[in-house]
């Protein structure tokens, strides 16, 4: 009589093995483990500049459609002053243009030497609401 030895069958320790790595993966993804994993080996995820030009080009895009909506020129340019745009500073870095309802262009992005002033006095400092800063009409 042959005795064989005592043991658990290869299809259990496969499948015990398996339910061991999805249990640590599980544990990962819910304590938030896996995401200090991915980003450290993941440097083709997009830089901040990347991710404030895309915020810039999204508040430009908004205030556009809203300057739309009015048909005089000075509400227009106050509804840009006010803007997310505007007090987030892509006035100054993110280059937009804007068309007023009088066919004038409104250029943004051009730095902070440049500034539209809407109350008549001086531009230094620039700060909205009074002014749009890193703007110019043409």
Not at 75 to 91: D, F, G, K
């Amino acid at each position: 009589m042959v005795k064989r030895a005592q043991s658990l069958p290869l299809n259990t320790i496969i499948l015990a093995i398996i339910a061991i790595v999805v249990l640590v993966f599980l544990i990962l993804i819910f304590t938030g483990g896996i995401g200090k994993f991915v980003s450290a080996t993941n440097p083709l995820g997009p830089s901040s500049n990347q991710t404030q030009s895309a915020q810039c080009s999204e508040y430009g895009t908004t205030i556009e459609t809203q300057i739309g909506t009015s048909t005089d020129p000075n509400a227009q340019l106050q509804m840009l002053a006010n803007s997310q745009y505007v007090l987030s500073n892509c006035s100054i870095y993110s280059p937009y243009s804007f068309t007023l309802y009088n066919g004038s262009q409104v250029v943004c992005g051009l730095g902070s030497n440049y500034c539209i002033n809407l109350k008549g006095s001086g531009c230094s400092p620039c700060t909205p609401p009074d002014c749009i800063p890193g703007c110019e009409i043409k």
